[in-house]
T-cell receptor, first 109, second 114 residues
């Protein structure tokens, strides 16, 4: 079946540092999404990407949809403590989302 | 309601017992999804309901798992004869017409099988 490979699996950074994570797939997706999950909560949508090559920003977050439609990255600039959580990439498959394994972000103050 | 509501939030059960997990989607959302999140893993698709269409059950891991959606609203995920490997967070999401943008997740039910 379709799988998304997300890396790194975990990150330990200092507050104020920039963060970069990426996601690759063996299949083409027409829509890529990035979600964040806080402890004890469900994932919340951060950014949605619809066109190959598209670069989209949402505050300190920037995400790009790869030209091949098989990859995407998410950058977080100037990290703050509330950025802690698990970040998931997801590809829009047939009627449902396929998720990556997640990147757990830990920030040292 | 304003969001997707799941109950219970936590469930501890003995191995071999049956459990029922409930999801109350956002009013008017026609699509409902169940995902499973095991410790340190991503979200694994279980089942998808869209309106009155036959559900997509392709992600259910075994015949011990079943789900129903009554009246196009509330859904119940049932796990029979629970095993320790069933321990996970079970997440429900709903969306309007099944679009990715409208995917709203509940807070999940944390199931622990002892």
């Amino acid at each position: 079946g379709q799988q998304l490979n997300q890396s790194p699996q975990s990150m330990f950074i200092q507050e104020g540092e920039d963060v970069s994570m990426n996601c690759t797939s063996s299949s083409i997706f027409n829509t890529w999404l990035w979600y964040k999950q806080d402890p004890g909560e469900g994932p919340v949508l951060l950014i949605a990407l619809y066109k190959a090559g598209e670069l989209t920003s949402n505050g300190r977050l920037t995400a790009q949809f790869g030209i091949t439609r098989k990859d995407s990255f998410l950058n977080i600039s100037a990290s703050i403590p509330s950025d802690v959580g698990i970040y998931f990439c997801a590809g829009q498959g047939a009627q449902k989302l396929v998720f990556g394994q997640g990147t757990r972000l830990t920030i040292n103050p | 309601g304003a969001g997707v509501s799941q109950s219970p939030s936590n469930k501890v059960t003995e191995k071999g017992k049956d459990v029922e997990l409930r999801c109350d989607p956002i009013s008017g959302h026609t699509a409902l999804y169940w995902y499973r999140q095991s410790l340190g893993q991503g979200l694994e698709f279980l089942i998808y309901f869209q309106g009155n269409s036959a559900p997509d059950k392709s992600g259910l891991p075994s015949d011990r798992f079943s789900a129903e959606r009554t009246g196009g609203s509330v859904s119940t995920l049932t796990i029979q004869r629970t095993q320790q490997e069933d321990s996970a967070v079970y997440l429900c999401a709903s969306s309007l017409y099944g679009t990715a943008l409208g995917y709203t997740f509940g807070s999940g039910t944390r199931l622990t099988v002892v």
